[in-house]
């Protein structure tokens, strides 16, 4: 069975601080998602990781992929109190590029950052 | 460019009531997806649509769940009848195609008392 696991499920932080969010899976993928979702809120893309080795920066936040390790780090820099939010890796299991996409989402890691 | 929308977007039933949920996806979007999220947990596909046809409906719990795109466009999700664990926040989202980026609805939460 197809496990996404992510932690820490909750992390409290500091303004300021780094911290890496962890998403591992237990299946070959070749592509990763990353989505945040606000409180009563839909889920917002962040990040596409489409090959080994991607990286993709977007202001305090960056992602990776390393497929061969199965997994993908969110690294947060200098958290700021507008990132809490609940955040998501979804782990594509299409096959071919001409398969249709299907996710399987990660438990989400809920992001508190205080003053 | 307009979201995914999503009707309605709060719903309480009673246990064994039916309920539908009603999704207009992005316009010019070939795909659609229903996934449910229960409190706590991330999303799970429900079923997933290209145009008017089923793509996979793999997890979908069919002796209580349909799910229907006539036109290739609206689609909607009924529960017949509702169980307690059928609460969850149910989303729609839609893609270009099979491989594009999905954009996700607001969604609907459903409350089964």
């Known amino acids: 069975e197809l496990k996404v696991e992510q932690n820490p499920l909750f992390l409290s932080m500091q303004e300021g601080k780094n911290y890496t969010i962890y998403c591992n899976y237990s299946?070959?993928?070749?592509?990763l998602y990353w989505y945040r979702q606000d409180p009563g809120k839909s889920l917002e893309s962040l990040f596409v990781l489409l090959s080994n080795g991607a990286v993709k920066q977007e202001g305090r936040l960056m992602a990776s992929l390393d497929t061969k390790a199965r997994l993908s780090t969110l690294h947060i820099t200098a958290a700021v109190h507008d990132l809490s939010a609940t955040y998501f890796c979804?782990?594509?299991?299409?096959?071919?590029?001409?398969?249709?996409?299907?996710?399987?989402f990660g438990t989400g890691t809920r992001l508190q950052v205080f003053p | 460019e307009a979201g995914v929308a999503q009707s309605p977007r709060y719903k309480i039933i009673e246990k064994r009531q039916s309920v539908a949920f009603w999704c207009n996806p992005i316009?010019?979007?070939?795909?659609l997806y229903w996934y449910q999220q229960i409190l706590g947990q991330g999303p799970k596909l429900l079923i997933q649509?290209?145009?008017?046809?089923?793509?996979?409906d793999s997890q979908l719990p069919k002796d209580r769940f349909s799910a229907e795109r006539l036109k290739g466009v609206d689609s909607t999700l009924k529960i017949q009848p509702a169980k307690l664990e059928d609460s969850a926040v149910y989303l729609c989202?839609?893609?270009?195609?099979?491989?594009?980026?999905?954009?996700f609805g607001q969604g609907t939460r459903l409350t089964v008392v």
């Open positions: 299946t070959t993928s070749d592509r």
């Open positions: 649509f290209q145009n008017n046809g089923v793509v996979d």
């Open positions: 316009s010019g979007h070939a795909t």
């Open positions: 989202a839609s893609s270009l195609d099979l491989v594009a980026e999905a954009f």
């Open positions: 979804a782990v594509d299991l299409q096959k071919g590029w001409s398969d249709p996409d299907k996710l399987i």
